[in-house]
C-alpha cells in the first residue's frame, strides 16, 4: 500500500497577492469608557475586528471613565452594547477573546500602573492607542497625562473625538497642547460619522460609477439637499448637549464632512492627505452663512416608533428654560440636522438641474 505524503495544498491564484497581516501588538486606551459613543460605536466596532480576525494576536483594551466600576461590570454593559448595537452575528468565543484583554479604571492614580500591568500579561510591547472619547474640556487634563506616561517602547497613537475645541481659538489652542507632547504623525482626529456604511460609499458611488462620474457636476445638478435625522435624544448627556448644541454636535464635523465628500473633486490618490486636500478646497470655497441665515430649534414631546419621547426641556439634567438647539436648518434649507426625527437617517437629494450642459465649465457642485 502506498504511503502519500501529507501536504498542504497551494492555490496558484494567490501567486503575487500580498499576505494579508495582522497589524502589530497594542494596547487601546479608551478614555470615556462608561460613555455613549463607547457603547454604540467603539465597542461594536472593536467586535467586529475581532470577528473578522483583524485585532492584533497581541492586544489589550484599558477602558477609563470617573463611574465607578470593576471589570467583570465592564465587560458585561460592553458586551450587552455589542449585542445590541453590532452588526455581526454574536459569537461567544469570539467576544471572550476580546473580552480577556479588557479592564477597567476609574481610579487615576491607578491608571499608570493598570496600563503597565495589563501590557506586560498581553504581550503589547509598550505599543499604545489612546481613544479620547471624552467632552473638549477634559481633553487638557487627559493630554497632559498621556504625554508624561507615554511609553519609551514602542510607539503611541493619540486619537481625538470630535469636537475638536469648541470655537476657533479652542481649536487652536488644543492643537498647540497636542503638539506640546506628540508628532503630527501621532495624532488622528477623526469623526465617527465617517465610518458610517453609506458615507463610506460616497467615494466609491461618486467616482467608481460610470453613469454618475462624467454628470456629478453643477450643469447637471441644480442643488443637494443633506439632511441628518436621528429618532434618538440626547441619551443622558444633558452636561455635554447643554454647552455644543446640534451646530457643534452635528453641523460643523458630520455635515460638514458630507458636504466636502459630496462637493470635492477626485483626489489624485485615497490617500489621507490627498483627501484631505480636497476636502480644504470645498469648506474655503463655501459662504459661511450667518445667524440671520440660520433656524435653529429644540424638539417637543412627541411620539418616536410608537413610544411617547421627552421635548428637549424635559430630559434629565437639561434647564426647563434652556435656549440650546436640537435641530439647526439654514434658512436655504439645504442643509438639516435634526434630533428625536420620526425616522433616522442620512439622506442625500441631488436634484437635476435645467440647464443645458456647457463644455469647458468646472466640475464643481454648487
Not at 146 to 165: A, L, M
Not at 289 to 295: A, D, L, R, Y
Amino acid at each position: 500500500m502506498a504511503l502519500v505524503e501529507d501536504r498542504q495544498i497551494e492555490n496558484p491564484l494567490l501567486e503575487g497577492l500580498p499576505i494579508a497581516r495582522r497589524p502589530e501588538p497594542c494596547t487601546m486606551v479608551i478614555f470615556g469608557a462608561s460613555g455613549d459613543l463607547t457603547k454604540r460605536k467603539l465597542f461594536p466596532a472593536l467586535y467586529s475586528l475581532a470577528y473578522r480576525q483583524m485585532l492584533p494576536e497581541k492586544f489589550g483594551v484599558l477602558g477609563v471613565a470617573r463611574t465607578e466600576g470593576t471589570d467583570s461590570e465592564f465587560r458585561e454593559r460592553m458586551k450587552a452594547a455589542v449585542q445590541e448595537f453590532g452588526r455581526d452575528d454574536f459569537r461567544e468565543d469570539v467576544w471572550q477573546e476580546l473580552a480577556d484583554g479588557m479592564h477597567y479604571v476609574y481610579d487615576e492614580d491607578k491608571l499608570a500602573a493598570a496600563l503597565r500591568d495589563l501590557g506586560e500579561r498581553r504581550g503589547t510591547t509598550g505599543n499604545r492607542i489612546y481613544y479620547l472619547a471624552v467632552p473638549p474640556a477634559a481633553f487638557e487634563e487627559i493630554v497632559g497625562w498621556v504625554g508624561k506616561h507615554k511609553s519609551r517602547k514602542g510607539w503611541t497613537r493619540v486619537i481625538v473625538e470630535k469636537p475638536f475645541g469648541h470655537d476657533l481659538q479652542s481649536a487652536q489652542d488644543l492643537n498647540v497642547l497636542l503638539h506640546k507632547h506628540f508628532d503630527e504623525s501621532q495624532i488622528f482626529r477623526i469623526d465617527h460619522y465617517l465610518g458610517k456604511e453609506t458615507v463610506q460609499n460616497m467615494l466609491a458611488l461618486r467616482f467608481a460609477n460610470g453613469i454618475f462620474e462624467p454628470i456629478w457636476n453643477r450643469q447637471f445638478i441644480d442643488h443637494i439637499q443633506i439632511t441628518v435625522a436621528e429618532t434618538l435624544g440626547i441619551e443622558g448627556r444633558a452636561e455635554y448637549y447643554e454647552r455644543a448644541g446640534a451646530i457643534r454636535d452635528i453641523f460643523q464635523n458630520h455635515l460638514l464632512q458630507l458636504i466636502a465628500l459630496t462637493a470635492m473633486e477626485p483626489p489624485i490618490d485615497l490617500a489621507a492627505d490627498s483627501v484631505r486636500n480636497e476636502k480644504v478646497k470645498v469648506l474655503k470655497s463655501i459662504h459661511t452663512p450667518g445667524p440671520k441665515h440660520v433656524v435653529r430649534g429644540q424638539y417637543g414631546r412627541g411620539y418616536v416608533e410608537g413610544q411617547e419621547v421627552p421635548g428637549y426641556r424635559e430630559e434629565a439634567g437639561v434647564d426647563p428654560s434652556s435656549m440650546t438647539d436640537s435641530t439647526s436648518v439654514p434658512a436655504s434649507g439645504w442643509l438639516a440636522a435634526r434630533r428625536r426625527s420620526r425616522s433616522s437617517s442620512s439622506a442625500h437629494r441631488i436634484r437635476r438641474s435645467s440647464r443645458s450642459p456647457r463644455r469647458g465649465c468646472a466640475r464643481t457642485c454648487c
